[in-house]
């Protein structure tokens, strides 16, 4: 009896050590991406280039990983006509989600940034309902009604509003949406299920080239012309390891916990960001009406959640929204509603 009080105790403990982890990696990734992206000391203003190499990075770590070390299994089923009508529209979406949710640190706080993103919710189920996958009613239409209402509200107490950076924010909304509309397809169209790890190894690399196009571009010339901006790899590299780990911590707490716990896990992380970033950061005053706003639409998002989750667990497919957390926004700021 008492081995196996120990034992359940010793589960307990592991568990909120990797929900404590999970919203350690996932705050301060966003963190410190932002510090990357607009310190004067690192001085790297290029979002397209730092998600590539996120990207990059991940790219060969699962091939480490998976094919050489053998250390993480990759899931079979994946064909050709699957890659390319699935995956690839997941990598381009992923892509574009990271790249203008990192343009967006650059005009707007990590406060304000996380407000918007709580709209994430209103934009997946419109998307849903266009592509077939989800029913207009009048419970979902008031839930939305209130986030939509919540992120307008802490929008007017913003004191200075940049509206490049909302617009990059909202764009990156956009992409996540359907990004997730489209793990959704591939899940109940095309019937094939992937762990975490597979998702990477399928979607970085074509994330990375979907990302390598836009950088020849539009920052390739601006890096070489600059010239001054002092290169730190260390800091680079730890920072795509620091991407790499919060992907591998969802990983572990879905394994252990359930969807759910993870979705509340990202709504207590959104929270410690908005108020960890009026410490850290200059550009971030948080008012009243900032705040009410906020606690609004994190109140309609538990509501879309806990809508969601019955739903889901009444047809008996408890697996499938955890595929939808499968790759969080590690790299632009982690959107794990």
Same mark, same amino acid.
């Given at each position: 009896m008492a081995d196996r009080v120990r034992k359940l105790v010793r589960e307990e403990v592991v568990t909120y050590a990797y929900i404590l982890l999970y919203i350690a990696l996932s705050s301060g990734q966003i963190f410190f991406n932002k510090w990357v992206l607009s310190s004067k000391e690192i001085n790297f203003p290029y979002p397209l280039g730092l998600t590539?190499?996120?990207?990059? =990075? !991940?790219?060969v770590l699962c091939f480490l990983l998976t094919k050489?070390? &053998?250390?993480? &299994?990759?899931? *079979?089923?994946?064909? @050709? *006509?699957? /890659?390319?009508?699935?995956?690839?529209?997941?990598?381009?979406? =992923?892509?574009?989600?990271?790249?203008?949710?990192?343009?967006? /640190?650059? /005009?707007?706080?990590?406060? =304000?940034?996380?407000?918007? &993103?709580?709209?994430?919710?209103?934009?997946?189920?419109?998307?849903?309902?266009?592509?077939?996958?989800?029913?207009?009613?009048?419970?979902?239409? =008031?839930?939305? !009604?209130?986030?939509?209402?919540? @992120?307008?509200?802490?929008? /007017?107490? *913003?004191?200075?509003?940049n509206w490049i950076g909302v617009v990059y924010q909202m764009g990156g909304v956009v992409g996540e949406a359907l990004r997730l509309i489209f793990m959704e397809i591939l899940v109940k169209r095309k019937g094939l299920k992937l762990n975490p790890i597979s998702v990477m190894y399928y979607v970085s690399p074509c994330s990375a080239l979907c990302l390598f196009v836009p950088w020849i571009f539009l920052e390739k010339s601006k890096m070489d012309a600059q010239g001054t901006w002092s290169f730190q790899p260390l800091i680079l590299i730890l920072n795509s390891l620091c991407t790499f780990a919060l992907n591998l911590s969802v990983f572990l707490v879905i394994s252990h916990t359930s969807a759910l716990t993870i979705r509340v896990a990202g709504v207590v992380k959104d929270w410690v960001v908005v108020l960890l !970033?009026?410490?850290l950061f200059a550009d971030t005053k948080l008012t009243i009406i900032n705040l009410f706003g906020y606690g609004i639409a994190i109140a309609g998002v538990a509501a879309y959640n806990n809508t969601k989750l019955k739903k889901e667990a009444s047809r008996g497919t408890s697996d499938e929204p955890q595929?939808? *957390?499968?790759?969080?926004?590690?790299?632009?700021?982690?959107?794990? &509603?």
């Open positions: 590539l190499l996120h990207m990059v =990075f !991940s790219s050489v070390f &053998k250390i993480m &299994k990759v899931e *079979e089923g994946m064909t @050709v *006509e699957i /890659y390319a009508t699935s995956v690839i529209p997941i990598g381009a979406t =992923f892509a574009m989600t990271l790249w203008l949710g990192n343009t967006a /640190y650059l /005009y707007i706080s990590v406060a =304000f940034a996380q407000m918007l &993103k709580a709209i994430m919710p209103v934009a997946v189920f419109i998307l849903g309902v266009a592509a077939g996958l989800e029913i207009m009613s009048c419970r979902m239409l =008031f839930i939305m !009604s209130v986030i939509s209402f919540g @992120v307008l509200v802490a929008s /007017y107490g *913003e004191i200075n509003v !970033s009026a410490l595929l939808s *957390e499968s790759i969080p926004l590690a790299s632009a700021s982690t959107t794990d &509603k």
